[in-house]
C-alpha cells in the first residue's frame, strides 16, 4: 500500500535511475528489435548490464502487454521495481 502510494505521488525518476528506465523502456516497446535500444545511439561512458532492467521489464510486461502507454507504462515499471525491492 505505502509503495504503491509513494510510486502514485511521484512516479517519475532521478537522474540517476534514467538509465535503467530508459533500458526497460526498450525493452518493453522494442523486444529483440537491439537496434532501436536508445543504448545504441547514446551508450554511456561506463558500460551497463540490463539484468535489472530485464527482471523489472518482465514483471511490468503484462501492462506493456494490455496496451498500456506512456505515464501508465512508466507506473508499471515503477510498481513492480517497488515489489521486487520490498
Known amino acids: ?34 537496434a532501436s535500444y536508445d543504448h545504441q545511439q547514446f551508450p554511456g561512458a561506463v558500460p551497463r548490464s540490463f539484468l535489472g532492467a530485464l527482471a523489472v521489464a518482465l514483471g511490468a510486461s503484462p501492462a506493456s502487454l494490455a496496451g498500456a502507454t506512456g505515464v501508465v507504462r512508466l507506473y508499471s515499471v515503477r ?8
Open 1 to 34: 500500500g505505502v509503495m504503491a502510494g509513494y510510486v502514485m505521488l511521484a512516479p517519475y525518476t532521478k537522474v540517476e535511475e534514467s538509465f535503467n528506465v530508459q533500458a526497460t523502456h526498450d525493452i518493453l516497446r522494442h523486444g529483440a528489435d537491439l
Open 79 to 86: 510498481l513492480a521495481l517497488g515489489f521486487f525491492s520490498v
